[in-house]
């Protein structure tokens, strides 16, 4: 069984950052793959990146390339999430899940944070 909690939303305003973090309960936590995903009003979740157990593979979708940032710390069993130049279009609620496959699916995702609020002002 694994928690995942995520925090560091809030409200920004476009061009500006954010660094999610999402922390992990457990001793497994080394052993998934982590996905960051996001919902946005009315819309459905979506993905929007990925690392390996490992921290050495990462994959962005591409509305998010180039400015997104995932990363790693095992030791502290947490996954960030680094949001630079960030638009309106980002605004959304954004949720981290765990899972053993190397994959964009949400289906192959086994547990999920409860979501942290991103807000993008013009």
């Known amino acids: 069984q694994v928690q995942l909690v995520e925090s560091g939303g809030g409200l920004v305003q476009a061009g500006g950052s954010l660094r999610l973090s999402c922390a992990a309960s457990?001793?497994?936590?080394?052993?998934?793959?982590m996905g960051w995903f996001r919902q946005a009003p009315g819309k459905e979740r979506q993905f929007v990146c990925r690392?390996?157990?490992?921290?050495?593979?990462?994959y962005y979708a591409d509305s998010v390339k180039g400015r997104f940032t995932i990363s790693r710390d095992n030791a502290k069993n947490t996954v960030y999430l680094q949001m630079n130049s960030l638009k309106p279009e980002d605004t959304a609620v954004y949720y981290c899940?765990?899972?053993?496959?190397?994959?964009?699916?949400?289906?192959?995702?086994?547990?999920w944070g409860q979501g942290t609020q991103v807000t993008v002002s013009s």
């Open positions: 457990g001793r497994t936590f080394s052993r998934y793959n």
């Open positions: 690392i390996s157990w490992n921290g050495a593979n990462t």
């Open positions: 899940a765990s899972g053993n496959s190397w994959s964009a699916r949400q289906p192959d995702y086994n547990y």
